[in-house]
């Protein structure tokens, strides 16, 4: 049993049969609309489920990162939110971040962990995981309002002025999603620990960010993350 419909006090006399199935009817439809509802929800807790633990398949290849994509959804969503991004946006943003480094699962783990700068091959290696990214969540049916993930989550390192990658876009191509996801990215990048430097402090992450809006980062999703850090919310 998934409810209980109660009908009392019927005005003008007793229910008659056909009251009584009408009402079993509208049992029935309300009753089905509940188990599709509860069904839908299963599937959307297994879905993001899923997503979770290929996060986590990207956090075990290293353990100093670990956590990255989680704390880069935070950080967008967060930066989405103070955008007024409606909460069915936010999730599809928090899917396009949890998978933004999906691609490294393709990135020799010498390159990922060198503690020194990378040579320009290498560094040409680490630019693959962005169109690995792409290529591996296109594979993957996302529906509905999540259609577009493989593309924003794979265009976290593309540029306002065209000069990013895989593919040069420019401000008017890329996502609005992916600028909010490349600005979350770098904070977090910057601010935290890495195989070749220490992190940083937010101010000093913030002032390389501002040095590049308009150029590399979007001006709203840079001002709302000002707006985070001087709230204390970051």
């Given at each position: 049993?998934i409810?209980?419909v109660q009908?009392?006090?019927?005005?003008?006399?007793?229910f008659?049969?056909?009251d009584?199935?009408?009402?079993?009817?509208?049992?029935?439809?309300v009753?089905?609309?509940?188990?599709?509802?509860q069904?839908?929800e299963?599937h959307?807790?297994q879905?993001?489920?899923?997503?979770?633990?290929?996060?986590?398949s990207i956090?075990?290849k290293?353990t100093l990162?670990?956590?990255h994509s989680?704390?880069?959804?935070?950080?967008?969503?967060?930066i989405?939110?103070?955008?007024?991004?409606t909460d069915?946006?936010?999730?599809?943003?928090?899917?396009?971040?949890i998978?933004?480094?999906?691609?490294?699962?393709?990135i020799?783990?010498?390159?990922?962990k060198?503690?020194?700068?990378?040579?320009?091959?290498?560094?040409?290696?680490m630019?693959?995981?962005?169109s690995l990214?792409?290529?591996?969540?296109?594979r993957?049916h996302?529906?509905?309002?999540?259609t577009?993930?493989?593309?924003?989550?794979s265009?976290?390192?593309?540029?306002l002025?065209?000069s990013?990658?895989?593919?040069?876009?420019?401000?008017k191509e890329?996502?609005?999603m992916?600028?909010?996801?490349?600005?979350?990215?770098?904070?977090e990048?910057l601010t935290?620990?890495r195989?070749?430097r220490?992190g940083m402090?937010v101010?000093?992450?913030l002032?390389i960010i501002?040095s590049?809006v308009?150029?590399k980062?979007?001006?709203?999703?840079v001002?709302?993350l000002?707006?985070?850090?001087a709230?204390?919310d970051?």
């Amino acid at each position: 049993m998934i409810g209980v419909v109660q009908a009392i006090n019927k005005c003008g006399g007793d229910f008659s049969t056909e009251d009584v199935e009408t009402l079993q009817s509208i049992a029935a439809i309300v009753g089905i609309a509940i188990e599709n509802a509860q069904l839908l929800e299963d599937h959307d807790r297994q879905f993001h489920s899923v997503l979770e633990a290929l996060a986590a398949s990207i956090d075990a290849k290293d353990t100093l990162t670990s956590g990255h994509s989680q704390k880069v959804a935070d950080i967008a969503c967060a930066i989405g939110a103070l955008l007024s991004y409606t909460d069915s946006e936010l999730d599809v943003l928090r899917v396009a971040a949890i998978l933004h480094d999906y691609g490294k699962i393709g990135i020799d783990d010498r390159v990922l962990k060198k503690p020194g700068k990378l040579d320009n091959d290498e560094f040409s290696h680490m630019q693959q995981h962005a169109s690995l990214t792409y290529d591996i969540l296109a594979r993957i049916h996302f529906a509905r309002k999540y259609t577009n993930v493989p593309m924003i989550a794979s265009s976290h390192h593309e540029n306002l002025d065209g000069s990013g990658y895989p593919r040069g876009l420019d401000s008017k191509e890329i996502p609005f999603m992916a600028k909010i996801l490349s600005v979350a990215d770098v904070f977090e990048a910057l601010t935290a620990d890495r195989h070749y430097r220490q992190g940083m402090s937010v101010t000093d992450a913030l002032g390389i960010i501002e040095s590049e809006v308009g150029k590399k980062f979007d001006p709203n999703v840079v001002g709302a993350l000002k707006t985070l850090i001087a709230k204390g919310d970051l």
